[in-house]
């Protein structure tokens, strides 16, 4: 059975609240790569298509899928 390399690419944003408090968000971004290392590389490159600012990678860990199967 063939398994795919995902990682969870944990990411934290800060953003501004309505009242005007920093407020820190955390996000989870599965990305397709060969190691943490080409993970976080590729989130990087997504963030910075997108125009995100004020991103931390926090870690990127390994996922084993057999299968991915829709969109």
């Not at 920093?22 to 910075?48: G, H």
């Amino acid at each position: 059975m063939k398994t795919f390399e995902w990682y969870d690419v944990n990411v934290e944003f800060e953003i501004e609240s309505d009242d005007g408090k920093i407020k820190t968000v955390k996000e989870t971004y599965l990305v397709n790569a060969l190691s943490p290392t080409e993970a976080e590389a590729n989130f990087n490159k997504f963030a910075e298509e997108r125009q995100f600012h004020d991103f931390r990678v926090k870690k990127a860990v390994e996922k084993k899928y057999i299968d991915v199967i829709g969109r």
